[in-house]
Every structure is written in C-alpha cells, then in structure tokens.
Nanobody, 123 residues
Framework: QVQLVESGGGLVQAGGSLRLSCAAS????????MGWFRQAPGKEREFVAG????????YFADDAKGRFSISRDNAKNTVYLQMNSLKPEDTAVYYC????????????????WGQGTQVTVSS
C-alpha cells in the first residue's frame, strides 16, 4: 500500500498555471501506475491524466490534452501534474491515485488515493 499526499492547489485566474505534486510513501511507488482525477461539486470523479510506472507512457483526458502534462520522479516518490491555460471549468478537487495496473484512465483500477487538493480557477 502507498500513502499519497497532494499539494500545490490554490486559486488562480483563468489562463494561469498551477503545478500539483503528489508525494508517496511506500516501497511500491516506482512500480505503480499513477493517475490524477478530479471531482467538481455535484459531479462524478473523472480521469485527468495518467502515467506508467516508468514514465514512458502518459495518458490524458481529451480536455487536458495540450494543456496539462504529467511526470514522475521515482527517486523522489513524487508525481506531478502541470496545468497550463486553466479554465474556470477546471475548478475541482484534484486527487492523486496509484495502483498496479495498466489502465490509467479507469477509476476503479486504483488501490490508493490521496485526500485531494482544491483547484479554483476564477474568470
């Protein structure tokens, strides 16, 4: 099992950028597929981006393509989500998740979840 702690959320104006970090504890992080999901008020949790254990493969929701990037540093047990050109509709709680699987876009495939970090984009 891996414990996950997100940071880097906050309030930003539309068009701005934020970088979220997810720090992991546990020996299996380097073998985990990692993902970022988000949940806006009244909506279901949805996939944003995912990255394979090696970092060699990345995956993005259509709305995130071209604006967001995901990376990981296995030496630091950390995964990052760089968000650029933010829109008000990106406002949500962002969650980091990890699991031993090869389906980064599937919410149910993840074993471990962080508590989330709030991202608010003002217009």
């Amino acid at each position: 099992q891996v414990q996950l702690v997100e940071s880097g959320g906050g309030l930003v104006q539309a068009g701005g950028s934020l970088r979220l970090s997810c720090a992991a504890s546990g020996r299996t992080f380097s073998r985990y597929t990692m993902g970022w999901f988000r949940q806006a008020p009244g909506k279901e949790r949805e996939f944003v981006a995912g990255i394979s254990w090696s970092g060699g493969s990345t995956y993005f929701a259509d709305d995130a393509k071209g604006r967001f990037s995901i990376s990981r540093d296995n030496a630091k047990n950390t995964v990052y989500l760089q968000m650029n050109s933010l829109k008000p509709e990106d406002t949500a709680v962002y969650y980091c998740a990890g699991g031993s699987h090869s389906s980064p876009w599937v919410l149910g495939a993840y074993n471990d979840w962080g508590q989330g970090t709030q991202v608010t984009v003002s217009s």
